[in-house]
């Protein structure tokens, strides 16, 4: 059990904000994750928060996950204070990071998002993990790993069907065959420059320009990565009729598009 007092980190937010799909609230104020082939719970009072790991894991892997290496409040002072709606979407999702995640994972589960809401994609996700993904034990119980490319890359294209992919289950199979056959390399992706990830990543079937920005963001940590999808483009329609002032945030406008994205869902009620 490891024990912090972190600013600016709220495991809601960070459940909710879309940047994952197999993380959710187990209790009150208790959330679980599973992230590759590790599961953790973890409870949040305030700024008061409960690792139920071992401190060795957390410093191995989750404390770089949570992105707890980062002071967001640096980003959070930048905001144009004359820029009204976006000091609202910042006030609105102060707690949420941007998560540090496996790049196979995230690429598979942005494959799943085009079209797709994140509750039936939680739902497709987890469909393939239970069916192709090794079982694991942890104090809670079983559960289930995400599937290695190997798992799914001797499948039919139609195969994920089953799992309710539809359409996106030739995505993910070929994605799974291109990896395993080593034509696209990972480890080489994670090491290249935003530029270059992107058009690498956007060189595999399905992976637009929305779901290649989304993996950059995501898995690599690219800040620069600025995702637009509906609801972004609502909102810059209606806020930003020049377009996102990304010269004002640069290098860091992935983060600005998290607390919009975040804002866009759920902050109806602080609507100005």
């Known amino acids: 059990m490891v ?18 799909f197999r993380m959710k609230q187990v ?12 599961y953790l719970e ?43 709606y976006l000091t609202v979407a910042v006030n609105f999702g102060l707690g949420i990071r941007i998560l540090r995640q496996d790049l196979w994972e995230t690429l598979v589960s942005f494959l799943i998002s085009q079209q797709n809401n994140i509750k039936r994609i939680r739902r497709c996700v987890e469909n393939i993990c239970e069916r192709y993904g ?10 289930y790993a995400f599937p290695k490319p190997e798992a799914l890359a001797s499948l039919d294209e139609d195969a994920l069907k089953a799992c309710n992919l539809g ?9 799974a065959r291109c990896v395993a056959a080593g ?27 929305k779901v290649a920005d989304c993996i950059c963001l995501f898995a690599l940590h690219h800040l620069q990565a600025f995702p637009m999808d509906t609801h972004m483009k609502q909102a810059l ?36």
């Open 27 to 38: 209790g009150e104020k208790r959330y679980a994750v599973i992230a590759g082939s590790r």
């Open 167 to 175: 359409y996106r289950s030739k995505y993910v199979v070929r994605a």
């Open 3 to 20: 024990k912090k007092t972190i600013d600016n980190f709220e495991l809601e937010q960070i459940c909710q904000s879309g940047q994952c």
């Open 183 to 209: 034509e696209f390399d990972l480890d080489a992706v994670g090491k290249m420059s935003y530029g270059r990830a992107k058009n690498e990543l956007m060189k595999l079937f399905g992976v637009g320009e």
């Open 237 to 272: 329609d209606a806020h930003y009729k020049r377009g996102f002032p990304n010269r004002r945030y640069h290098g860091y406008q992935g983060v600005m598009q998290q607390y919009i994205f975040y804002y866009e869902l759920f902050g109806q009620n602080e609507r100005m």
């Open 42 to 84: 973890a409870e949040q009072q305030g700024k008061e928060c409960i690792f139920f790991c071992e401190e060795k894991e957390f410093d191995d892997f989750w404390r770089e996950y949570f992105d707890m290496e980062e002071d967001y409040t640096k980003y959070i002072r930048k905001v144009n204070p004359r820029d009204d």
């Open 134 to 143: 090794e079982k694991k034990s942890s104090v809670i119980g079983e559960y």
